[in-house]
């Protein structure tokens, strides 16, 4: 679970609804202060939301770039569904793709972390057309680890007899959110928000997601791989075969693990900058 150090969104940025041709979404809109250089779409992963953009947003808009950090279908402050086709990865792919053209700033540089780095791929392999770039943070290029895969299943099993007050329960008990600046609360508000069918789908798309990274070459996207020294849901060494194998500019984030985006923000900030900056 990505812990960002804060729930409340800088000055650069405001807290609206994105309205587009697959409905609403909630997002973190971030503009810098004169006219932007780019615009970049961040899409959050597993059991995260908008939120773990927060760090990112300032720097980002300091280096000229609009910034926009979304909620996804069923994740947190973006409404869902309980009907688990509406998360099939093509379905948010689509969503992506709709997001994408609702911002009106041209081609995007479009960014996911882990799950939505996948989500992200599918978005482009349906049509790169609306993409500048395309950036895989701390995302590998197939399934998760087999144990990360038992992991999923235990918790989908939870989700789906449990509820989400009480699966919180279990996992704090195993995974105290301590460290958090936020102290827990906040990020059990955006658990509880999350919708269970949406967890249950996208989980089980991290356990079975093939490899398709001739695909994403095929696509002709300029592609930046992103990933901390160290990291428990792909190994650093699949991330650097992946990134070679797609042809992509690399970069590890020094003293971050699987969320450079809020263990290292300004560092990671610097390397997607440098990285827009030579397109």
């Known amino acids: 679970m ?20 697959r ?24 059991t995260g939301s908008k939120e773990d953009f ?7 808009t300091e280096a000229g770039y609009r910034a926009v950090a979304v ?6 402050e973006s409404a869902g569904s309980d009907d688990p086709r509406v998360y099939a990865q093509d379905e948010l792919a689509r969503d992506v793709l709709a997001q994408a053209a609702a911002l009106d700033g041209g081609p995007v540089h479009l960014l996911g972390h882990s799950l939505g780095g ?32 038992v992991k999923l299943k235990i918790l989908g099993d939870a989700l789906a007899t449990m509820t989400m007050d009480d ?27 999350n919708h269970p069918a949406q967890l249950i789908a996208t989980g089980r798309q991290l356990a079975t997601e093939p490899d ?12 930046h791989v992103v990933s901390g020294e160290a990291d428990d849901v792909w190994p650093v060494p699949v991330i650097d075969e992946m990134a070679v194998r797609l042809g992509a500019h690399r970069t590890r984030i020094e003293g971050a693990e699987h969320s450079p985006n809020t263990d290292r923000p300004q560092e990671t900030a610097a390397a997607l900058v440098a990285f827009w900056d030579g397109l």
Do not use: H, K, N
């Open 212 to 223: 398709r990274v001739a695909e994403v070459v095929a696509a002709g996207l300029p592609v």
């Open 71 to 76: 909620d996804g279908r069923g994740q947190y």
């Open 118 to 149: 996948q989500i992200g791929r599918a978005a482009v392999l349906l049509d790169a057309a609306p993409f500048r770039s395309l950036t895989l943070m701390s995302s590998g290029p197939a399934e998760v680890v087999e144990a990360q895969q």
């Open 2 to 21: 990505s812990r960002p150090p804060t729930f409340i969104p800088p000055s650069c940025a405001r807290a609206r609804a994105l309205p587009t041709a």
């Open 167 to 193: 699966v919180w329960t279990a996992m704090v008990a195993f995974d105290p959110p301590a460290e958090a600046d936020t102290g827990g609360e906040d990020l059990r508000r955006r658990w509880l928000r």
């Open 23 to 46: 409905g609403e979404f909630a997002v973190l809109d971030a503009a810098p202060s004169g006219t932007p250089r780019g615009t970049a779409l961040l899409v959050p992963g597993y």
């Open 54 to 60: 927060i760090a990112l947003l300032e720097p980002l």
